[in-house]
């Protein structure tokens, strides 16, 4: 069983900041690329940012300059800081791993959700 549990979520003024965490656990081997995904009301689900087990990341580019992905491969987590957050940044952020068991096989796996409110 894997688990992604995410946390920092919140609700926060218009330019304010939040770091975002999120802590795989479960019988692992190596986890992959990461990601954090996000869905305001009414929209489909897009991608923030994500980044490989090397350190190589990519960022939608409504976020570059103002978030920053981030991992720390021996502790299984993923952050997410989030710097002059705005209305448009508001939704449910979700984690994203893609991983291999012990055993060779692989997986993908979504955490729960954390809420990110942005007040304007």
């Known amino acids: 069983q894997v688990q992604l549990v995410e946390s920092g979520g919140g609700l926060v003024q218009a330019w304010g900041s939040l770091r975002l965490s999120c802590a795989a656990s479960?019988?692992?081997?190596?986890?992959?690329?990461m990601g954090w995904y996000r869905q305001a009301p009414g929209k489909q689900r897009e991608l923030v940012a994500r980044?490989?087990?090397?350190?190589?990341?990519n960022y939608a580019d409504s976020v570059k300059g103002r978030f920053t992905i981030s991992r720390d491969n021996a502790k299984n987590t993923l952050y997410l800081q989030m710097n002059s957050l705005n209305a448009e940044d508001t939704g449910v952020y979700y984690c994203?791993?893609?991983?291999?068991?012990?055993?060779?096989?692989?997986?993908?796996?979504w955490g729960q959700g954390t809420q990110v409110t942005v007040s304007s």
């Open positions: 479960g019988s692992i081997f190596s986890i992959n690329t």
């Open positions: 980044i490989t087990s090397g350190g190589s990341t």
């Open positions: 994203n791993a893609d991983l291999q068991y012990y055993s060779g096989r692989r997986g993908n796996y």
